[in-house]
């Protein structure tokens, strides 16, 4: 099984919508993230945990929620899908806690797309 | 605040040929720094990644990328592309940005072509 898995890998929605993306770890890792990636752009950061009890918002917000249910699990909402927020999706963990663990381990993307 | 610049978006090498994609960072603290790799349909991978020990840093592939503070620059290097070696690369820089907050900052990418 993967490190980082995210459900789904595709999804077709419709504009106004409420979706939610999907992340689970098996890593034991603290930290999580939300990216998404955007053709000539590169990743951008959406949201990120620290904790169960921590939620930070990254620099594209607007429009996503997110919820940290345990150690193991962070979800993605939109809450109202609209076409511009047509993009590949990457949740990614990390731990600090080690000098190793400064790089990223990222899932394999959900690729959503909305009409 | 932290930034990732990648010189090029398309680069294409022969087979054989030196590959070289560029990366340079904007801090005043060297960050560290880190080069992933995409292949098509899938996630980052990562190649290789700088935390302040040798300023020549060997990831896997073959590829190497060298930290040089002087010119704030982490340029990702293979002595000889392979057809499979054709993917889009992001370097990325993971430092303070401040209120207690660490963050991974990605260049936009630079895709690699290969020629045979």
């Known amino acids: 099984d993967a490190d980082v898995t995210q459900t789904p890998r595709n999804r077709i929605t419709k504009t106004g919508k409420r979706i939610m993306l999907e992340c689970s770890q098996t890593?034991?890792?603290?930290?999580m993230y939300w990216y998404r990636q955007d053709p000539g752009l590169g990743l951008r950061l959406i949201y990120y945990?620290?904790?169960?009890?921590?939620?930070n918002k990254g620099e594209i917000s607007d429009g996503y929620s997110v919820s940290r249910q345990a150690q193991a699990k962070f979800s993605l909402s939109l809450e109202s899908a609209i076409p511009n927020q047509t993009a590949l999706y990457f949740c990614?963990?990390?731990?600090?806690?080690?000098?190793?663990?400064?790089?990223?381990?990222f899932g394999s993307g959900t690729r959503l797309t909305v009409v | 605040a932290q930034s990732v610049t990648q010189l090029g978006s398309h680069v294409s090498v022969s087979e054989g040929a030196l590959v070289l994609l560029r990366c340079n960072y904007s801090s005043s603290v060297p960050p560290y720094l880190f080069w992933y790799v995409q292949y098509p349909n899938q996630g980052l991978q990562l190649l290789l990644k700088?935390?302040?020990?040798?300023?020549l840093v060997k990831g896997i592939n073959g590829f190497e990328a060298e930290f040089k503070k002087s010119e704030t620059s982490f340029h990702l290097t293979k002595p000889s592309a392979h057809m499979s070696d054709a993917a889009e690369y992001f370097c990325a820089a993971f430092a303070y940005s401040g209120a207690g907050s660490y963050q991974l900052t990605f260049g936009k990418g630079t895709k690699l072509s290969v020629i045979p």
């Open positions: 990614a963990t990390s731990d600090l806690g080690s000098p190793q663990g400064y790089g990223y381990t």
């Open positions: 700088y935390t302040s020990a040798a300023t």
């Open positions: 890593k034991g890792h603290d930290r």
């Open positions: 945990s620290f904790d169960v009890k921590d939620i």
